[in-house]
């Protein structure tokens, strides 16, 4: 994640954070981080209608889940709206400069998100950000080094929940404290809590939770009107992730490696991608190389035979970080005899037209990142279309692992078969996957009107040619107490859509909608005049102090829309039926129709009078 630094639009200076506070909350492998932050237009020009910008990025398997800022001294919810219409909201409050407060969060591009926050008076706002992500390694980091002032309150607070009853104890570290957490048994098993509370406070270093492997293992279920939401995390035991000895590779091989050189990895380090690189060399006798560089174009920049990473470092290290990046340029490959292409990029592609399912590729390309900001559905998208599989570096030490997945058979997910064919079920992973590590997670809704208490899945895994199977039995009546599973298995949905190119625009606005996260169709918006809500026809949060003045207006207004209708339609009906009346009355008198029709203009558009005045003068005429 990077760091919480809200910037003044028009200059880009960081505005000075008085409060900071962070809550985490941990149920199984998936957590749902809040961070509070009270931002002080304190710049020496003040600016009454000043804008501020917030510009973050969140770890891989994360998703916006809810967005709130202060509206007369209370926090105000955000409302799932389409993207379109936040951006148009916010860009006429901002030139209307009256219409109140006025806040959005929407996508940017990746796992990039962009808060903007309008006005900033002087006394401050209160912006909230919540999230969801999935427990990686352990660890849930909150960037801090961005603070080099004092913060006048500084508040961490963490609650771990377990269905287990003997287990570890989570960790919490801030401002150079460690303490575990405080543990309580409750009916349903354990509650780990801890609270650290800072005044007038200097923190550098980042804030971090340590959730022991053992506490992220288990089942979670989650009951919806429409069905079940199931979850569970589960370690695949050691000796059945061991290749078989016919995998052992010990041969020359070509390779191509696609270095991305463009602009936005110029401050990037890049010690995993050579320890990486090690790995996999030293898994051949000699390796013939093939090097591009990536910006704008596809660039080719030598072919040698690679004796040890110092050689392919000294090409990299001439290479010049600027331009634009084009990864549609990646199917102009042609080069024969790859065994297979690493690409090493963020998979943000800048300019031309963005990889997709209708591309193709010569070899199998194994995308592999290590960068904060990156698109990770991008670089899957061009790993399953060519063959090859999508690494992420940040934040992995399974380096070894890594390694072997490429050069030798991948330990993998293959397929899920289940016991409850008569419901609806999708099950998420639902394509083959990598799996890096020892743990598998999984989640699934079970659409179904009848309670089956024991729904069992059938789950494949293995190398190739060296395939077992595992079974799991749920219980569906042991219930948690959080919609944190619907919002995970919604974003694990659009996740996979993304890659399979299966969900429009409409269908993901509507899952949007539906389970109240930041898509890149949706946003969230907060304003606070019921004259913006109803301008926008936009139904207020709960939160919304005039809530209850919003729905009765609102109905009120439909109520006279409708009426409005019905009395012009029944005066259309009205004067159609004398037109017809009168052409009955009328057969013989074609001289008369020919003298109403002059006398009334009726054939002319002097006067831009519409077809109801014409038949109104009609009616006069003959009257």
């Given at each position: ?25 941990v ?23 000043l ?11 994360s ?15 955000g409302v ?49 950000i ?63 809590f801890?609270?650290?509370d ?36 589960s370690e695949i ?42 790995e ?10 093939h ?80 960068s ?163 301008l ?88």
């Amino acid at each position: 994640m990077s760091h919480f630094s809200l910037l003044e639009k028009s200059t880009r200076i960081p505005l000075h954070v008085q409060r900071f506070e962070v809550d985490i909350q941990v149920q199984g492998f998936l957590a749902e981080t809040t961070i509070l932050m009270k931002f002080l237009n304190t710049l020496d020009e003040y600016k009454a209608n000043l804008e501020g910008e917030l510009t973050f990025s969140l770890e891989e398997n994360s998703v916006i889940s809810g967005f709130s800022t202060d509206v007369y001294g209370t926090l105000v919810d955000g409302v799932v709206i389409h993207r379109k219409t936040a951006q148009v909201a916010f860009e006429n409050a901002k030139r209307a400069k009256k219409e109140g407060r006025i806040a959005t969060i929407e996508h940017v591009i990746g796992n990039v998100f962009r808060a903007r926050v309008f006005p900033i008076p002087k006394e401050g706002r209160i912006v909230q950000i919540k999230y969801i992500h999935h427990v990686a390694n352990g660890f849930m980091t909150i960037p801090m080094s961005w603070c080099h002032y004092n913060i006048e309150k500084l508040c961490v607070t963490s609650s771990v929940f377990t269905s287990l009853q003997d287990c570890d104890t989570p960790s919490l570290y801030v401002n150079y404290n460690t303490a575990q957490l405080d543990e309580h048994k409750t009916e349903n098993g354990m509650k780990f809590f801890g609270k650290y509370d800072g005044e007038n406070s200097l923190n550098t270093t980042d804030i971090k939770l340590y959730v022991p492997s053992t506490l992220q293992q288990g089942e979670m279920i989650y009951k919806t009107p429409d069905g079940y939401f199931v979850s569970f995390n589960s370690e695949i035991p050691s000796d059945r992730m061991k290749k078989p000895s016919l995998y052992t590779i010990n041969k020359s091989i070509s390779i191509g490696i696609i270095w991305d050189s463009s602009k936005s990895r110029d401050l990037a380090t890049y010690c995993k991608e050579f320890d990486l690189l090690e790995e996999i060399f030293s898994a051949y006798e000699t390796v013939d190389l093939h090097v591009y560089c990536l910006r704008n174009e596809l660039e080719f920049l030598q072919n040698s035979r690679i004796r040890d990473l110092n050689e392919f470092k000294k090409v990299i290290g001439s290479l010049e970080y600027d331009g634009a990046t084009n990864l549609g340029c990646l199917t102009e490959l042609n080069q024969p005899n790859i065994s297979y292409y690493l690409l090493f990029s963020d998979g943000i592609s800048t300019i031309g037209k963005r990889p997709d399912n209708s591309h193709s590729y010569i070899a199998p390309i194994y995308s592999i990142c290590s960068s904060e900001k990156a698109d990770h559905a991008t670089l899957k998208i061009i790993s399953k279309k060519s063959g090859g599989v999508y690494f992420n570096l940040h934040g992995t030490s399974c380096i070894k692992q890594i390694s072997g997945s490429i050069t030798d058979s991948p330990f993998r997910y293959i397929s899920t078969s289940h016991n409850v064919e008569e419901y609806d079920v999708e099950i998420y992973p639902s394509i083959p996957t990598v799996i890096v590590g020892r743990n598998i997670n999984y989640i699934f809704k079970v659409n179904c009107e009848k309670e089956r208490r024991e729904p069992t899945l059938n789950m494949l895994y293995g190398h190739e040619n060296n395939i077992f199977q595992m079974s799991y039995k749920f219980h569906l009546e042991d219930f948690t107490p959080t919609d944190l599973l619907c919002k995970y298995w919604a974003m694990k949905k659009l996740e996979e859509a993304k890659i399979l190119d299966s969900m429009n625009d409409d269908d993901i606005l509507l899952l949007g909608r539906k389970y109240g996260i930041v898509t890149s169709v949706t946003s969230m918006i907060v304003l606070d005049s019921l004259s913006q809500y109803l301008l926008y026809k936009i139904e207020p949060p709960k939160t919304f102090p005039f809530y209850l003045q919003y729905s009765e207006i609102a109905s009120r207004i439909v109520e006279d829309e409708e009426n409005e209708l019905n009395k012009r339609m029944n005066n259309v009906l009205s004067m159609w039926c004398w037109r017809l009346s009168w052409w009955e009355s009328y057969p013989q008198s074609e001289v008369a129709l020919k003298q109403a029709l002059y006398h009334t203009n009726f054939f002319s558009d002097k006067g831009n009078k519409n077809e109801v005045e014409r038949i109104s003068l009609l009616v006069t005429y003959f009257e």
